[in-house]
Every structure is written in structure tokens, then in C-alpha cells.
């Protein structure tokens, strides 16, 4: 009964619409990220990666075109040249989904942001939705440029391609959508792992060591087990021309979608467990 009244004082004393809503955390969430110098430069870094390899590499091309090998010329793919930035990219993305959460636990600051969310959960929620929209608002401008700036340099050997073409549009946008999920797979590990080396570990671990990994397997399980990493899933959707044996692009991309949500499911249960 005394709890019951404290609780019912402590309510009648506090002003109204001062609670903590999902609203107000993700006005805070929005408030930390665009404060962080951590998200400038890595998005800056992002930036730089996806418009300077858009104009280096369709410039080498044109240079040494056309290729000595004809089959090398036929299998071009414009759309693919430039975009090659986003395979890069990819790091500083989800190296700062990394350090969205787990720079939070290195200053400390995490247990002032609990005992203002004491539920927890819905900073795990705003943290996602803030980054992925961040990310989504910054890469899909910046990929639709350079895959502009590089078709502009191939037409000068008229082997650019148009956004008209089958499977040109949804690989630019592709690519915007697959650095975002990245983010979030790494803002899950973060969340996870709670510690900053060992997020980033786990990241590349998952994109690039696992896939090498697999190449050194016999062939009979190393096809079957490729079709169905999440690197190679992720980036079905960012090519034109895919493997006529892999998933199909939005399917493909609708499971890379399902490896980062089982990743932040399991984040969020551990959450909800551990102390900060």
C-alpha cells in the first residue's frame, strides 16, 4: 500500500508530459549522433570513398579500354565501376554502428542514459532507427552522384549504362540500402559485445574473414555455405548482374536484413540481462 501511494505521488508531482516516451528518446538519440565527431568523420570518410573511387576508377577504365581479353569486355559492368566505393564504404559505416553504442560504455556515459531509460530497450530502438535513418539520408544522395560522375566518364567511351537499363536502379539503391543495414549489423554487435575492439572484430569477421574462409573449404560445401553468407547476400542487391545460381537480389537482401535484426534481437535480450 505505501508503494502504491509513493508511486501515485511521485506521479501527481511530476509535470505533465515529462515522462520518458520513444519520441523524446529518439530526439535524444538524434541529439547525441549529431554531436559525435566520430559520425562526421566517418560518414565524411564514407563520402570520400564512394565519389573518389567513382571518378578513379571509370578514368582508369576509359584509359585502358578496350580490354585485351574480349570476354573481360563483355562481361563490363558500368553500374559496377561506379560503385565500387560502396564495398569500402562499408567499413566506415559499420565501424561507427560500432562506436554509436560502445563509446557510450567506454566514457560510462551508458548508465547515465540507463537511469534516464531505465526500460533500456528503447534506446537500443531510437539508436537504430536514428543511424539507419542518418545513414540512408547521407548514402543514397551520395551513390546516386557517383554513379552519375562515373557514367559521365564512360561515356566518353560509350560503355556507360542508364538508369533505365534492367537492374541499374535497384543497384544504386541497393547499394545505399546495404551500407545501411550494415550499419545496423554493426551498431547489434556493438550493442552485443558491449566493447569497441571486439565489435569491429566480430564485424569484419563476419563480412571479409568468414568469406575466405569458406574459399578454403571443399567445393561441395564451400558453394552451398557462400550462397547463404551475409556478405554475399548484402551485396546481391548492389550488382547488376548477379550469379544465375545465388538468391535472387531482394531476397538475398531480405535475408542480410534477417542476419542484422537476429543480431539485434539477441542484443536486446542481453540487454535487458546484463548490467551496464
Not at 502504491?4 to 538519440?29: I, N, Y
Not at 559499420?94 to 540507463?114: D, H, K, P, Q, W
Not at 549504362?161 to 545496423?184: C, E, F, K, N, Q
Request: glycine share 10%; hydrophobic share 55%; with cysteine.
Amino acid at each position: 500500500m505505501t508503494t502504491t501511494t509513493d508511486t501515485t505521488r511521485r506521479r501527481a508531482a511530476s509535470p505533465a508530459g515529462t515522462g520518458v516516451t520513444q519520441a523524446r528518446v529518439l530526439l535524444s538519440e538524434w541529439t547525441k549522433i549529431r554531436s559525435l565527431r566520430s559520425t562526421v568523420y566517418s560518414l565524411l570518410i564514407a563520402l570520400v570513398i564512394i565519389i573518389g573511387l567513382a571518378v578513379l576508377i571509370p578514368m582508369v577504365t576509359v584509359a585502358h579500354w578496350p580490354p585485351r581479353d574480349p570476354g573481360e569486355a563483355a562481361a563490363f559492368d558500368a553500374t559496377s565501376r561506379s560503385l565500387a566505393g560502396g564495398f569500402l564504404a562499408q567499413l566506415a559505416i559499420g565501424v561507427l554502428g560500432v562506436l554509436l553504442i560502445t563509446g557510450e560504455y567506454a566514457t560510462g556515459m551508458i548508465r547515465a542514459t540507463f537511469a534516464a531509460v531505465p526500460a533500456r530497450l528503447p534506446v537500443l530502438w531510437a539508436k537504430a532507427v536514428v543511424f539507419g535513418a542518418v545513414t540512408l539520408a547521407t548514402t543514397i544522395p551520395t551513390v546516386f552522384l557517383a554513379w552519375w560522375i562515373g557514367q559521365r566518364i564512360l561515356s566518353g567511351q560509350q560503355i556507360d549504362a542508364h538508369l533505365s537499363d534492367p537492374g541499374v536502379a535497384r543497384a544504386v539503391v541497393g547499394t545505399a540500402l546495404y551500407l545501411a543495414v550494415v550499419g545496423l549489423l554493426g551498431l547489434g554487435l556493438g550493442a552485443l559485445l558491449r566493447n569497441t575492439a571486439a565489435g569491429i572484430s566480430a564485424l569484419f569477421g563476419v563480412l571479409f574473414v568468414l568469406p575466405i574462409i569458406v574459399r578454403f573449404l571443399p567445393s561441395s560445401w564451400a558453394q552451398p555455405i557462400d550462397t547463404y553468407l551475409p556478405s554475399t547476400v548484402g551485396q546481391a542487391i548492389t550488382q547488376v548482374h548477379g550469379d544465375p545460381g545465388a538468391i535472387a537480389p531482394w531476397p538475398a537482401f531480405a535475408l542480410f536484413c534477417g542476419y542484422a535484426a537476429l543480431v539485434m534481437a539477441f542484443a536486446a535480450v542481453m540487454l535487458r540481462r546484463r548490467d551496464a
